[in-house]
Every structure is written in C-alpha cells, then in structure tokens.
C-alpha cells in the first residue's frame, strides 16, 4: 500500500473534524479567557480608530481588522483575538488547497493540521498580530501562484488568479512589511518550478493589482517621512557580526514550528518531492533573516512566512513517517489545547521569580482605570504619559470616557505613535491635565503630585506609578520631552 495511502488512517480519517474541533475549542476558551490585551494589542486597536493607511511601526491592515471586529462584536478583548482564531482557521483551510494542488489529499490534510496546531499558530491564535493576517495572505498568494502557473501549462491564463494573486501580495504587505520577503520568494519561485510560473499577462496584472492596493500606504509612508521605515531601521542596527544570533534562531524555530515540523520541513527539502519553488518560499524567508541576524538583531517570528509552504515540505516528509507525524501533532495539539485553558484557568500560576507566568497579559486594567478615574475626580481634562504600554492602555480603557489621551510631546523623531498623532497640545487640550509616570525622571520643571500606587502582579508588577498635576498657567512651557 503506497504510504500516502497508509497516511489516510493517521487521525482516523477525522482530520476535518479535529481541525474543526480545534477551531471551536479555541473560540469557545477564548471567551473564557480570563487574560487583558497586551500593549501591542491594544495599540493595533488603537490604530484603527482613524482608518488611516499607514501608522508608526507597521502597515494598517490589523488595525482597520480590529476596527471593524470591535464595530460588529463590541469594544472586548474576544472581539480583539477572535478574527486570529478565524484568520488562522482559514490559512490552514487554504494551505490545504494548496497542497492538494501538489500532492494527495493525506498529504493536504496533514499539512493543514501541522500548520493549524504549530506552536507560533497556537499563540497566533491566542492573541492578535500583524503575522495572522500576513499568514493568510501568504496562503492565498500560493494557492492563486499554483493556479496561474497551471493555466499556463494549459496553454491559457487565468485572470481571476491573478488579480487573487495581486489582492494577496498586496494585502499582506498592508499586514507586515516582511510580506516582502515573500514577494522575493515569489519570484524565486516562478523561475525555479513551472508550475508557479503565471504567464505574462497574467503576471503583469497581478503585479498592477498588488501596486494599486499598497499606493496609498506608498502616499501615506511618503507623506510622514518614512517614519515605519526609520523604526525597521532602529530596531534592526547592526550590532556586529555574530555566528551565535544566526544559531539561536534557527534553535528559536524548533519552537516556532514545532520540535518535529521543523526538522521534518528541513528533510522534506532534502528529501525532494514538492516543486523547487515551494522549497524557495520556504528557504527565502530564513535565509534574509539569518543573514540579518548574522549583522544585528532577529526575533524568533521574522521568518514565520516559512510556516505556510513549510507544512507542506513538513507532510510530504512525515507522511511516509506516520510515528513521527502522530507524535508532531500530538505535541502541538498538547500545547493547542494548553495555552488556552492557562489564559481562561492559569492566570495565577507564577514563575520561580512569584511573576505570573502571563505577567504580559494582566495588570493593565487595574492601572488604567485607577489612572482614569483618578483625572476623572480631579477635573482633568487630559492625560497625558511618555510610555507606549501605559497611552495603550489608557486609550483602550478610557475610549468612551471622554478624557483626552495624550504623549508627551517628543523631541526629535517620535518614538511610538501617539507621539506621532497625539502629542500633548495646550492650545487644543487645555491645561487641567495631569501627567501618569512609571518610575521615571518627571519630565517637567515643578508638578504636584496627587496620588501614587504600586502596580499590581502583571506587565509592571511592583513599579511605582505617580500621577501629577501640571501646573496651571505654565503648562504650555511646563511639559516637554526629557533629554536623551
């Protein structure tokens, strides 16, 4: 019996079922979960209050999701996560689309069921990022390129794949600029396999479409000086060159794929048996980023895009090895199933250090809402803080409470984005305000301080927060941004 075959018994002939009950289970614990937003997170919502086309470090795309999710479902932390949940959900129902295109269905089945329980698409699916929805549209890119190259191999085109193609590409740029990194192997692709090679026409208008959805981004980085670009320069400065970095995140990716997916992804392009292109969108990605961390910094999820055409090298290797594949998934279902129940049942487990274990996701509610009704009492009528975590929290606990959220302003290039967009300005904010601080020098001249307390268990545990008043008729001389 051929093993693609003998793979059609490894989940009992239930992958459809699994992946949906993996699907319902992480709906359903996620209204159960009992975590807050992270900053990143609230600032992605925060985003999407003005709908603009760009903002501080990364595209728009996650904060027009979040506006809309929070329009239909209410301003909650479910309505927040849930589009990850589904976002992910239907990256792994197009991959399985892909993959068919490729292989039998035991193998596109596997492959949708290693990326849907890989451990960066169990926290994908946890919390909301820029990744989630650049994953999906990687998905689509590969499953629209397999579609033009086919209908070139025919002799004809395919009009309607190529503008998918276009619609893809474009979008996950407007999700994460590392989007690029695709658009790279995209091309790689095209001139190694055939069968991900569009004909002209067709690619001519899927590269028309894809400009015409990221112009106005263009227009809109063009018109705020680059300022995305500047922040992807700072946190990517050269620190010297390094063998160690490269190592360690190659290491990071046995976690970021899974202990098996990874190696079995890595066999699987040894092994042969999937197109070259496919191969190179996998390969593209961790190459650019291993290269970067050769030179400077690299965080464990830069080249997450390799995930998608990964769990199809990952299948095509693991499904003539089904110990191996059961045990890749069911040590990915173990952590699936996990992390859900500690963020609905474990928020109080701790670290040997007495942090909680999710300390990231807790005590932002209780700092805000102190913060805000503390103003509140005192008749303010901004509040105005210097730190991105604190302005993002008070922004999405204070949305409906009609106190002006202010940054202090900056001096030079700003430093997050509400530095950007709003800077504390007496002439339209008036000068009740008080000023929040987290253990730092107080960045104006002489300010009385009205109330004080230490932050709970969570993202700022134990830190000293300080509210002062600004001063009355000097304000608009008082507040400025601290020296460097």
């Not at 990364?58 to 849930?82: C, F, H, M, N, Y």
């Not at 792994?92 to 689309?97: M, N, W």
């Not at 067709?202 to 400009?211: E, I, P, R, S």
């Not at 960045?443 to 969570?458: D, S, T």
Request: hydrophobic share 55%; with cysteine.
């Amino acid at each position: 019996m051929p093993a693609t075959d003998r793979a059609g018994k490894l989940v009992a002939g239930g992958a459809f079922f699994l992946a949906l009950g993996l699907i319902g289970f992480r709906i359903v614990l996620a209204l159960l979960d009992r975590t807050e937003l992270s900053t990143d997170e609230a600032q992605y919502w925060f985003w999407g209050q003005t709908l603009e086309f760009g903002a501080y470090s990364k595209p728009p795309l996650i904060g027009w999701i979040l506006r809309a999710a929070t329009e239909l479902l209410g301003q909650s932390v479910w309505a927040v996560r849930l589009p990850a949940v589904l976002f992910h959900a239907a990256t792994a129902g197009v991959i399985f689309l892909a993959a068919r295109r490729l292989a039998p269905r035991p193998v596109a089945e596997l492959a949708a069921l290693l990326y849907l329980v890989a451990p960066a698409v169990t926290l994908g699916s946890a919390v909301m990022t820029t990744d989630t929805p650049m994953l999906l549209a990687a998905a689509v890119a590969l499953w629209a390129q397999l579609r033009a190259g086919e209908a070139r191999l025919a002799g004809g085109r395919d009009r309607a794949a190529a503008v998918i193609l276009g619609l893809a590409l474009g979008l996950g740029i407007l999700a994460k600029h590392a989007m690029l990194f695709w658009l790279a192997g995209s091309l790689a692709a095209a001139v190694l396999s055939p069968g991900l090679r569009p004909g002209r026409s067709d690619a001519a208008l899927a590269l028309a479409v894809m400009l015409v959805v990221v112009a106005p981004h263009v227009v809109w980085l063009r018109q705020h000086g680059f300022i995305t670009l500047h922040h992807v320069e700072d946190i990517t400065a050269g620190g010297g060159l390094s063998l160690l970095r490269p190592l360690r995140f190659l290491a990071e990716q046995f976690l970021v794929a899974g202990p098996i997916l990874f190696p079995a992804m890595i066999l699987g392009l040894v092994a042969g048996g999937a197109p070259a292109g496919v191969a190179a969108l996998a390969l593209v990605p961790l190459v650019i980023v291993v290269g970067q961390a050769a030179k400077g910094p690299a965080l464990a999820n830069w080249a997450v895009l390799y995930l998608v055409p990964g769990a199809i090298l990952g299948a095509l290797w693991l499904v003539r090895h089904r110990a191996l594949a059961r045990l890749a998934l069911g040590l990915g279902l173990l952590v699936a199933l996990a992390l859900p129940m500690m963020k609905a049942f474990g928020t109080g487990v701790q670290r040997p250090d007495g942090r909680p274990v999710l300390s990231r996701y807790l005590g932002h509610g209780e700092i805000a809402t102190w913060a805000l009704e503390t103003a509140r009492e005192a008749g303010a009528q901004a509040l105005v803080a210097q730190d991105r975590d604190l302005l993002a929290d008070l922004s999405w606990f204070g949305a409906t409470g009609g106190l002006a959220i202010r940054a202090v302003p900056p001096k030079g290039l700003p430093a997050h984005h509400w530095e950007m967009t709003a800077p504390y300005d007496p002439a339209r904010d008036g000068c009740a305000v008080l000023l929040l601080r987290a253990g730092a020098a107080l960045p104006v001249a002489k300010a009385p301080e009205i109330a004080r307390m230490v932050a709970p268990p969570g993202f700022a545990g134990g830190q000293e927060l300080v509210l002062y008043r600004l001063p009355g008729p000097g304000c608009p001389a008082a507040l400025k941004s601290p020296e460097p």
